[in-house]
């Protein structure tokens, strides 16, 4: 079966570092990308995973381990604007080598002053 | 560069009523995807396409639900009849290529929230 968990709700103060988890079990398994999705609005990139590790790119950072199928994404430095939703998503493959993205339900991230 | 183009974006009809959504990718984004995110779920896959032939469907209610990309650049989704749970935001989504190599992200469009009453 495929299933990725992430928790529903999360809250954290402005300026402080907040970890957003994901478990993941897919069949197939070719990378995992970070989204961020505000209220009302289309999901956009934030980070790609492929290989075990942290990936690291301005405030946002982006772990992998494949063995334990978990990753997280850490925001530093929380601004108000980070208020949206997270969404985990794997990428398994399809037959005949096509790119297929499974989603997670989202972590709805509310900062606070 | 031009992002994913859809519309309408807002739309709202009856139950046992039709509808089509329309999806303009990024211009030379040989895959496209339409998503059905229900309110509170992580967006859900109901089709892909690349260059105009179908690669995945197999969460596309089709009974109800029809996709085409007949020149293999925009596309159109229907919905005939519409049921009360089919009231979600439709996404739709690019990419440079579906293929497995490479971080290949989608770009995804506003959207089309759909109220079914």
């Known amino acids: 079966g495929q299933n990725i968990d992430q928790p529903t709700e999360m809250t954290a103060t402005e300026g402080a570092i907040v970890q957003i988890n994901c478990t993941y079990q897919?069949?197939?398994?070719?990378?995992l990308f970070w989204y961020q999705q505000h209220a009302g609005e289309a999901p956009t990139f934030l980070s790609y995973?492929?290989?075990?590790g942290l990936e690291e790119k301005g405030r946002f950072s982006s772990f992998l381990s494949r063995s334990k199928g978990y990753s997280y994404l850490l925001l530093k430095e929380l601004q108000m604007k980070d208020s949206a939703s997270y969404l985990c998503?794997?990428?398994?493959?399809?037959?005949?080598?096509?790119?297929?993205?499974?989603f997670g339900a989202g972590t709805r991230l509310a900062v606070h002053p | 560069e031009a992002g994913v183009a859809q519309s309408p974006r807002y739309k709202i009809i009856e139950k046992r009523q039709s509808v089509a959504f329309w999806c303009n990718p990024i211009s030379g984004h040989a895959t496209l995807y339409w998503y059905q995110q229900i309110l509170g779920q992580g967006p859900k896959l109901l089709i892909q396409f690349q260059n105009n032939g179908v690669v995945d469907d197999s969460q596309l209610p089709k009974d109800r639900f029809s996709a085409e990309r007949l020149k293999g650049v925009d596309s159109t989704l229907k919905i005939q009849p519409a049921k009360l749970e089919d009231s979600a935001v439709y996404l739709c989504?690019?990419?440079?290529?579906?293929?497995?190599?490479?971080?290949?992200?989608?770009?995804f469009g506003p959207g089309t929230r759909l109220t079914v009453t």
């Open positions: 995973n492929v290989l075990d």
């Open positions: 897919t069949s197939g398994f070719n990378g």
């Open positions: 998503a794997v990428r398994g493959t399809l037959f005949g080598g096509y790119n297929k993205l499974i």
């Open positions: 989504a690019s990419s440079l290529i579906g293929l497995r190599q490479g971080p290949y992200e989608q770009y």
